[in-house]
Structures are given as structure tokens and as C-alpha cells.
């Protein structure tokens, strides 16, 4: 059974950086596509960025320019780092990776970011 597990959130004030991770653990016998969404209270989940297995990298107009997805397919793990943080960027982060021709999601980790 393949698990995805989410670390790095926390509480940090605006301007301020923080860096996601997101390991894959289980019977993986290939990644293509990882990403990063996020959840604010009272809204739809939105994807944040993603990155193919050849590290080509797609991200939401809102945080382009200083959020940064990355990739160790060594160690099938995503990486978000997240710069000049706003508190609009509030919300519960979620990691997404295609694993074996499906999709799993991780549990999520809270990212608050204080004006």
C-alpha cells in the first residue's frame, strides 16, 4: 500500500519562508507527475504547482515567482519551498503524486502565515 506523508508546515509570519516535504513510502514501482494543492477554509481546493518526472515545473499564477517545487526521485519525494509568504498563502497543503498509474494524496499540513 503506498502512503504519501506531509512535513514542514507550521506558523510563520508574512514574508517569512517555510519548505514542504512530502515522502512516498510502499510499493512504488514508478512516480510521473507530483504536485502540491492547497485548501484555504471556505474554499475549493487549488493546485499550488507540480513537476514531471523530467522536472518540468507548472505554477499558479498566484504564487509564481516565489514558490519553488522540486523533486529526489531517489527518495520519491516532492519538495515545496515557499518564499515571501502572505497571509492569503493560509491553508492546509496537501502533496499529490501519480504512483503506478494512480493518484494518492497525502493528509495534508497547515500552513498559516500572520500579517
Known amino acids: 500500500q503506498v502512503q504519501l506523508v506531509e512535513s514542514g508546515g507550521g506558523l510563520v509570519q508574512a514574508g517569512g519562508s517555510l519548505r514542504l516535504s512530502c515522502a512516498a513510502s510502499?510499493?512504488?514501482?514508478?512516480?510521473?507527475?507530483m504536485g502540491w494543492y492547497r485548501q484555504a477554509p471556505g474554499n475549493q481546493r487549488e493546485r499550488v504547482a507540480s513537476?514531471?518526472?523530467?522536472?518540468?515545473?507548472n505554477y499558479a499564477d498566484s504564487v509564481k515567482g516565489r514558490f519553488t517545487i522540486s523533486r529526489d526521485n531517489a527518495k520519491n519525494t516532492v519538495y515545496l519551498q515557499m518564499n515571501s509568504l502572505k497571509p492569503e498563502d493560509t491553508a492546509v497543503y496537501f502533496c499529490?503524486?501519480?504512483?503506478?498509474?494512480?493518484?494518492?494524496w497525502g493528509k495534508g499540513t497547515l500552513v498559516t502565515v500572520s500579517s
Open positions: 499529490n503524486m501519480q504512483i503506478n498509474r494512480m493518484t494518492y
Open positions: 510502499g510499493s512504488i514501482f514508478g512516480i510521473n507527475i
Open positions: 513537476i514531471t518526472w523530467g522536472s518540468t515545473t
